[in-house]
């Protein structure tokens, strides 16, 4: 089993800056790949940024790309999404998730957290 935490979302202006942390554990060892995902009021869940850290591979989101990146501390077991240039188009509630080894998709998901971007 892995557990996975969010933090750091909240009010942030247009233009501005936050960073999400993702806090992992149980058996970290199975996991391969890690995501973040969002979700706005009334739309579908929506990828954000993934990694691999076998084959060093980032993906990001068309709509994100360039203002948004994906990194981990393996020391800390901590997943983070850097977030930049915000708008009120990227309001909503992000998770963070992981996939096992083995698994077809992504089965380990976080509570969220609410990213909220003014005007």
């Known amino acids: 089993q892995v557990q996975l935490v969010e933090s750091g979302g909240g009010l942030v202006q247009a233009g501005g800056s936050l960073k999400l942390s993702c806090a992992v554990s149980?058996?970290?060892?199975?996991?391969?790949?890690m995501g973040w995902f969002r979700q706005a009021p009334g739309k579908g869940r929506e990828i954000v940024a993934t990694?691999?850290?076998?084959?060093?591979?980032?993906f990001l989101a068309e709509s994100v790309k360039g203002r948004f990146t994906i990194s981990r501390d393996s020391a800390k077991n901590k997943l983070y999404l850097q977030m930049r240039s915000l708008t009120p188009e990227d309001t909503a509630v992000y998770y963070c998730a992981a996939q096992s080894r083995g698994a077809a998709d992504f089965n380990y998901w976080g509570q969220g957290t609410q990213v909220t971007v003014s005007s």
């Open positions: 990694i691999k850290w076998s084959v060093s591979r980032i």
């Open positions: 149980g058996d970290t060892f199975s996991t391969s790949d």
